[in-house]
Nanobody, 118 residues
Framework: QVQLVESGGGWVQPGGSLRLSCAAS????????MSWYRQAPGKPREVVAGITSTGARKNYADSVKGRFTISRDNAKNTVYLQMNSLKPEDTAVYYC???????????WGQGTQVTVSS
């Protein structure tokens, strides 16, 4: 059974930090590129950051460059999103996604809420 389980969300004041984790099981994690997406109320889901299967390449949305860092630990089947200098506009439900050129399957987690407010 494939599972992606996000954790680490919560409430934080502007300027604060959070670290999200996404624990994967049920598929060959090391073969999958992983991404973080977010969806704010009334807005479409948008990509935040992505990382290749080996971790060699990463990319970020312009809105989070320099503030967020994506990483992965293939030994732990986990992908992370370190979020610093958080802003109210970062408030959203954050989802992790896994996909691979070797498979048509795309896997999504259930999401974790991040709220940035004073």
């Amino acid at each position: 059974q494939v599972q992606l389980v996000e954790s680490g969300g919560g409430w934080v004041q502007p300027g604060g930090s959070l670290r999200l984790s996404c624990a994967a099981s049920g598929f060959t994690f090391r073969s999958y590129a992983m991404s973080w997406y977010r969806q704010a109320p009334g807005k479409p889901r948008e990509v935040v950051a992505g990382i290749t299967s080996t971790g060699a390449r990463k990319n970020y949305a312009d809105s989070v460059k320099g503030r967020f860092t994506i990483s992965r630990d293939n030994a732990k089947n986990t992908v992370y999103l370190q979020m610093n200098s958080l802003k109210p506009e970062d408030t959203a439900v954050y989802y992790c996604k896994g996909d691979s050129d070797l498979s048509p399957a795309v896997y999504w987690g259930q999401g974790t809420q991040v709220t940035v407010s004073s």
